[in-house]
Nanobody
């Protein structure tokens, strides 16, 4: 089994930055693919960023390209999401997720169903 624990959320003003952390434990093969998703009230869960650990390949949804960066610290079994220039539309519950294999990074959306393990979420609120 894989356990994922997110931290780092909070309430900030537009233009500020936050860094989310996801501490992972469990069988490493089951978390070869690490992703960050978000879900705002009344909206579907959206893939924000993902990274394939063996190759370092990364995915970003268009709305965060140039502002968000996903990274790994393999020694700490932790994946980060650095979020800069935050905007009110970034307000959501952010979830860390893991899978053995990454879904295709070439589509418009990151396939939620590919991820087997989920954290409990951390809230990010951005005020204007």
């Amino acid at each position: 089994q894989v356990k994922l624990v997110e931290s780092g959320g909070g309430s900030v003003q537009a233009g500020w930055s936050l860094r989310l952390s996801c501490a992972a434990s469990g069988y490493s093969y089951s978390r070869n693919c690490m992703g960050w998703f978000r879900q705002a009230p009344g909206k579907e869960r959206e893939g924000v960023a993902a990274i394939y650990r063996p190759s370092g390949s990364q995915y970003y949804v268009d709305s965060v390209k140039g502002r968000f960066t996903i990274s790994l610290d393999n020694a700490k079994n932790t994946v980060y999401l650095q979020m800069n220039s935050l905007a009110p539309e970034d307000t959501a519950m952010y979830y860390c997720a893991a899978a053995s294999f990454c879904p295709s990074f070439s589509g418009e959306k990151l396939w939620v169903g590919a991820f087997n393990y989920w954290g409990q979420g951390t809230q990010v609120t951005v005020s204007s």
